[in-house]
């Protein structure tokens, strides 16, 4: 297992260093790092911001600059704040890990249990409801369902119930007060659930499906023929089969939502990695998009391998080589 991991992650490393410099030269030769110091009253402040960032070396050469940094730690200083851009990435990456684990939690169980039962009961009354109603969630787009989430639970029910503050808010992960565990599901509740609707949709038609491939296969025809009991069966055979595919699309999904939640986080205005980047991306902040980038990709390597390794642990036919 030890080896695999390592080779693994070795067999990474080139992938993340040509996918982060041909972004580092396509952020360079897009944006220029510097616009805000053109037209200023102090030309020699721009020669020697222009000097400290190396601007007049050749790309592979800022480039080895820049990686050199972050190794060591010196992420930069955002154009946009003037902060560290250490620490804008990793708050928004803490902010934005809160959403997804929360998010990624509830579809799988609900994703699980709905196509668990659609499979067992095909082509019934609850498997077409199941099925229409999957297709719906596909078909929604997660700006609007997150504004009709906001309509519905936060503002009508605070114009009816004539109450000061909405039951659910949709403002960030946390009040300024520090409201306790009560409030911060106040304020997850709503950006979850929009989360959590396209997940299902999606993850239970993949559950249904390799559930109904597992439960025609040859061992349950089997186990059928010996009376095992059908409960034993779905529970222990076919679903037991069916959670090696479903750990590892989980997985694939979960690493890929740090960077894709922009509309979700932007509509919630929550401070997480999509933000960030919309936020960057719009006013030009290239010293925080190319480590932002690198550090989304690190993550989704990290979460593929995870589901490699999951899916061998619950899947005994499967070897890691």
Same mark, same amino acid.
């Given at each position: ?8 992650? #070795? ?7 040509? *996918?982060?410099?041909? /972004? %580092? ?8 790092? #510097?616009?805000?110091? &053109? ?8 020669? &020697?911001?222009?000097?400290? /960032? ?13 990686? !050199? ?22 708050? *928004?990456?803490?902010? !934005?890990?809160?959403? @997804?684990?929360?998010?990624? #939690?509830? $579809? $799988?169980? @609900? ?18 409801? %199941? ?20 309509? @519905?639970?936060? *503002?009508?029910?605070?114009? /009816? ?45 993949? !559950? ?6 597992? #439960? ?52 919630? $205005? ?12 719009? !006013? ?22 995870? $589901?490699? @390794? ?8 499967? &070897?890691?080589?």
């Amino acid at each position: 297992m030890f080896a695999y991991v390592a080779r693994r992650l #070795l067999y990474s490393v080139p992938v993340i260093l040509v *996918a982060s410099f041909l /972004l %580092f030269w396509a952020v360079r030769v897009t944006f220029d790092p #510097l616009s805000k110091l &053109r037209g200023g009253r102090d030309p020699g402040a721009l020669a &020697r911001a222009a000097e400290r /960032l190396g601007l007049g070396q050749p790309i592979p050469y800022q480039y080895w600059r820049w990686l !050199t940094q972050f190794v060591t730690g010196d992420w930069g200083v955002s154009s946009r704040t003037a902060g560290s851009v250490q620490g804008l990435i990793l708050p *928004a990456l803490g902010t !934005t890990l809160q959403l @997804i684990v929360w998010g990624v #939690l509830a $579809a $799988a169980v @609900i994703a699980l249990a709905v196509g668990a039962y659609s499979a067992v009961r095909q082509y019934s009354a609850g498997d077409l409801v %199941f099925t229409g109603l999957s297709y719906l969630g596909v078909a929604m787009p997660p700006f609007w369902l997150g504004l009709i989430l906001i309509q @519905i639970l936060a *503002a009508w029910p605070q114009e /009816l119930l004539g109450l000061t503050d909405p039951p659910l808010y949709f403002v960030g992960l946390h009040s300024p007060d520090g409201g306790g565990p009560l409030d911060y599901a106040r304020h997850l509740v709503l950006p979850v659930l929009t989360l959590t609707v396209g997940l299902v949709a999606s993850w239970s038609r993949f !559950t249904r499906a390799t559930m109904l491939d597992a #439960l025609t296969s040859e061992y349950v025809r089997t186990a059928r023929a010996k009376g095992v009991p059908k409960g034993r069966i779905v529970v222990r055979h076919a679903l037991r089969t069916s959670l090696g595919p479903f750990v590892s699309v989980t997985a694939v999904d979960a690493g890929l939502l740090f960077g894709g939640l922009v509309v979700t986080e932007q509509i919630f $205005a929550i401070q997480g990695m999509g933000r960030l980047f919309l936020d960057s991306l719009l !006013t030009g902040d290239v010293f925080v998009l190319v480590p932002w980038t690198l550090v989304i990709g690190l993550v989704v390597i990290v979460f593929n391998l995870l $589901a490699d @390794i999951v899916y061998a642990v619950l899947d005994p036919r499967v &070897r890691l080589g």
